[in-house]
């Protein structure tokens, strides 16, 4: 049977990523004149708001001027207008149309909004989602064939809730919650598995095998960060067999976690499949070790993406494990809460291309002390690091969002560039970002929830796991008794996912392992302190080693671990 709703929505999003990558082209070669109109633009539309009163942006005619004017600003210039503009006030930051917005988590844990405006909404919708499409056309068309029709593992969920501005959400979410009626024609995982009811509690990584694994025509793999993708086929090597079981008799297992009207309604309307069940069996039962387990299982998967640079990149080596060496993956692009902002133009790329249509660029190069005389797109050196300050197209004027770039060349006139960390970022394992603010705020509440005084403490992203995970390591002032020692685990957790909004939907996806509390020895933190000073180091400026980042400081705090 031709899949004709398929071929119609595969050729029409292929041409729609290749408009967008001719769109880059045309951008690129004139980007500098871009950012200038881009600075008129925003000053000409905005002036009238009240921070454009206050800031004076009507005196601005040049990016000079704008440089001179308009401050440098952080998340606390914005935080009362933006929260003013949630409950439906007009005219605050930015005269363009808001009826999105996106929400982090602050430095201090503290939960950030940010407005989205048409525009900004437009560009992400159009680079995050159908520029990777294009990157896949090209692919094919390099192999001599166009792109066949898409139907794929897509790991998202999607969830929004209403306030009287507009609805709030997640970035990643905004393009799937667009298009949301032709999400079935291209996704394995029916509406409910994608747009859960918030606060559900479900088996994602189970749900989604168990409706992807029975079509054997899925074409491509989908997920927002690299680490949910990877974590998933780990419990699939885990439990295939169950998996299998499943999918010949018809049914969802007993023991998965979702709402019984789900439950209910799908084994109606599963079918028994014990030919599919028998072909897959055949191929788990081969290993996962001698030979990639996705093009066994999947032989129509051509590409996949999501996001992997910086520290995910780690898990896209692990990934290759599964998917092989021939799959290639698209990155997505770099984006932040506050803008998407650059994105690659070919697969297996981490390079990506400024989008010079979605915001004005300033940077600071690393050596450079404070703000004054920040250089622009046109001032750049390949090869170096910068702090990017970012003003968005919805409201937010020379922002420091703290992330550190580097420069790898250029696309015409565009930097293109790739994501080397954040400036007050101390861990990260699936995109959650948890900053030494966060984590001081986290330990310390958890210190007074358990009523220990902590003599110090340290954090290990562990990343040898699937999926990841958090280990605080601690040393109480006094000995802690077993009974609360088997609290601990369960309180840290509930402590991280207080103090930093990311955490608790990565751990329910699956893609963020659950956390660990492992308590030192008396006296580990004065016997490292003396490892430093043996060392030369003057301990008047030793600071408190927060995070546990080489193999030697690993091998140094677990070896005081409690027996």
């Known amino acids: 049977m031709i899949d004709i709703k398929g071929y119609l929505l595969s050729g029409w999003g292929g041409f729609v990523g290749i408009c967008e990558h001719i769109k880059l082209y045309i951008y690129s070669n004139r980007a500098n004149k871009m950012q200038e109109k881009c600075i008129k633009r925003l000053m000409r539309k905005n002036k009238t708001t009240v921070y454009g009163?206050?800031?004076?942006?009507?005196?601005?005619?040049?990016?000079?001027d704008y440089q001179k004017?308009?401050?440098?600003?952080?998340?606390?210039d914005y935080d009362e207008y933006v929260w003013r503009m949630a409950d439906g006030e007009k005219g605050l930051i930015t005269n363009m149309y808001v009826r999105r917005f996106t929400e982090s988590s602050g430095s201090t844990g503290k939960q950030k909004l940010v407005p989205l405006s048409y525009w900004a909404e437009w560009v992400c919708q159009c680079f995050s989602f159908s520029a990777p499409v294009g990157c896949a056309v090209k692919w094919?068309?390099?192999?001599?064939?166009?792109?066949?029709?898409?139907?794929?593992?897509?790991?998202?969920?999607?969830?929004?809730?209403?306030?009287p501005g507009g609805t709030i959400s997640c970035l990643s979410s905004i393009p799937l919650l667009n298009i949301r009626p032709l999400v079935p024609i291209f996704t394995t995982s029916p509406k409910e598995v994608l747009f859960p009811t918030s606060g559900e509690d479900m088996d994602m990584h189970y749900l989604k095998l168990r409706f992807a694994l029975p079509d054997k025509k899925t074409s491509y793999l989908g997920t927002i960060f690299i680490t949910t993708l990877e974590s998933m086929f780990f419990y699939m090597e885990e439990n295939w067999e169950m998996l299998c079981d499943d999918i010949e008799k018809g049914i969802i297992n007993d023991s998965i976690k979702m709402p019984e009207e789900l439950r209910k309604k799908y084994n109606k309307k599963l079918k028994p499949n014990p030919k599919r069940a028998a072909e897959l069996r055949e191929e788990f039962k081969k290993g996962f070790d001698d030979s990639p387990i996705i093009p066994r299982i999947w032989p129509n998967v051509g590409w996949m993406y999501g996001m992997g640079t910086g520290t995910l990149s780690?898990?896209?080596?692990?990934?290759?494990?599964?998917?092989g060496e021939d799959i290639p993956m698209h990155y997505l692009g770099y984006t932040?809460?506050?803008?998407?902002?650059?994105?690659?133009?070919?697969f297996n790329s981490y390079e990506y291309v400024l989008l010079p249509n979605n915001g004005f660029y300033e940077f600071r190069p690393l050596d450079r002390e404070g703000y004054d005389n920040l250089l622009t797109i046109k001032d750049l050196e390949v090869g170096k690091e910068y702090e990017i300050v970012l003003t968005n197209m919805s409201g937010f004027y020379r922002y420091r969002i703290e992330d550190v770039i580097k420069v790898t060349g250029y696309y015409h006139q565009s930097p293109k560039i790739t994501f080397c960390y954040r400036l007050n970022q101390v861990a990260n394992i699936s995109g959650e970002k948890v900053s030494s603010l966060a984590f001081d705020e986290i330990v310390a509440n958890l210190s007074e929830m358990m009523d220990d005084l902590y003599i110090g403490y340290s954090i290990y992203p562990d990343r040898t796991t699937s999926p990841g995970h958090y280990v605080l390591l601690v040393e109480t002032a006094e000995p802690v008794n077993e009974e609360k020692k088997a609290r601990y685990n369960e309180a840290f957790e509930k402590m991280l996912c207080k103090g930093n909004v990311s955490v608790e939907p990565l751990i329910k996806s699956g893609a963020l392992g659950h956390c660990e509390v492992k308590f030192l020895k008396h006296g580990t933190y004065d016997a490292y302190r003396e490892v430093l000073r043996s060392r030369g180091a003057n301990l008047n400026q030793v600071k408190p080693l927060k995070v546990i980042d080489t193999d030697e400081k690993k091998d140094f705090f677990f070896s005081y671990i409690e027996d």
């Not at 809460?337 to 690659?344: G, I, K, Q």
């Open 140 to 163: 094919f068309a390099k192999k001599g064939r166009p792109l066949p029709p898409q139907k794929g593992l897509l790991t998202a969920e999607t969830s929004w809730r209403n306030v």
């Open 314 to 323: 780690f898990y896209a080596k692990k990934l290759r494990r599964y998917i």
């Open 336 to 346: 932040a809460t506050e803008a998407f902002m650059a994105v690659p133009i070919e």
């Open 69 to 76: 004017i308009v401050p440098v600003s952080t998340y606390a």
């Open 53 to 64: 009163e206050l800031n004076n942006f009507k005196d601005v005619k040049t990016v000079e």
